[in-house]
């Protein structure tokens, strides 16, 4: 009977080493699953980084067609600013009229006003006569009307808004290598 005892004990450590395979073989099922899981993962990660790589090639394109636009559209704009400045003419004078104030520089009151805007381009100024420069006013002999005429005239209303308008365009020359003045 010692080999039926011998037996047994090899019996009792297969089972034994059988309940041990088991359990392996359930960890790795568990590992097996867990490493299916993180793989899927990395193929959607991989997947995810694709589709940023393909949407930031996309954005390259997209920017380097929209800066070539935009240099096109300079020089376009260039360009029309040149053919405006040619027709408008390089040099533009514009006055502003000051509102007329109440007390002259002596402290004496203004009673006449010496300069009046006959149009948007003229102005005409009294003053005394004093030798022929300019034509003498009918109504009052001792006086003397000059005109000027400008590109423009701001009457003494119009607001910093309104010259500004008229000379963005200058600013703008001046800003693109142009020279420019203003006074």
Do not use: W
Request: hydrophobic content about 35%; proline content about 3%.
């Amino acid at each position: 009977a010692p080999g039926k005892v011998e037996v047994e004990r090899q019996v009792r450590t297969l089972a034994k080493e059988k309940e041990g395979v088991e359990l392996r073989v359930i960890e790795l099922q568990g590992a097996a699953a867990a490493a299916e899981r993180s793989m899927q993962e990395m193929r959607a990660s991989v997947a995810e980084v694709e589709d940023l790589r393909l949407r930031a090639d996309q954005a390259e394109k997209k920017m380097h067609t929209l800066h070539l636009e935009l240099k096109k559209e300079s020089i376009l704009r260039k360009k029309t600013m040149n053919e405006l400045r040619a027709l408008r003419g390089n040099i533009r004078v514009c006055a502003r009229i000051r509102p007329a104030s109440i007390q002259g520089t002596s402290g004496e009151s203004n009673s006449e006003l010496a300069l009046e805007k006959l149009d948007e381009f003229t102005v005409q100024i009294s003053t005394e006569a004093k030798g022929g420069l300019g034509q003498g006013d009918p109504n009052n002999p001792e006086m003397t009307l000059r005109k000027y005429e400008y590109d423009t005239i701001f009457p003494p209303e119009s607001t910093q808004e309104t010259v500004y308008e008229e000379a963005k365009e200058l600013l703008q020359s001046g800003f693109g290598g142009f020279n420019v003045c203003f006074f």
